[in-house]
């Protein structure tokens, strides 16, 4: 006599190839939606993210598990989110500093769909 119930329907488990760089992305953005330290100390962590996530895009590359055209997508908007941070780092009033932040967020909301879709 058997207790309880079996899954009938088997439950994917597989992270996408694409997942420590969302990881990354991810904590980033958590960073950004909060108070952190200074504009300048968001940048540089910004980029130290950009800067790990496209050794993790070259990794994937070469290994020939995601598209060349999928990694230039990231690149690029990993480009244009350490640009909307450059502006953070430049911002001197609190209103333009908190669009800009904004503005970099959307950019590493972008990156993550993108890395989500290797």
């Keep these: 006599m058997e207790v309880g119930w079996r899954r009938t329907k088997v439950i994917d488990t597989s992270k996408p190839k694409g997942y420590a760089i969302a990881d990354f992305l991810e904590k980033l953005e958590g960073l950004m939606e909060r108070e952190f330290g200074s504009a300048d100390l968001l940048a540089k962590a910004g980029e130290m993210v950009a800067e790990r996530a496209r050794e993790e895009a070259e990794v994937l590359r070469e ?40 503005q970099a967020r959307a950019r590493c909301r972008q990156a993550i769909l993108v890395a989500n879709s290797f």
């Excluded at 020939?64 to 911002?91: H, P, Q, S, W």
């Excluded at 209103?95 to 904004?102: H, I």
Aim: charged share 40%; hydrophobic share 50%.
């Design 63 to 102: 290994g020939g598990e995601v598209e060349e055209r999928m990694v230039t997508e990231l690149f690029r908007v990993l480009r244009l989110m350490e640009m909307d941070l450059a502006m953070v780092r430049a911002a001197v009033k609190e209103e333009t500093l908190a669009e800009r932040v904004e």
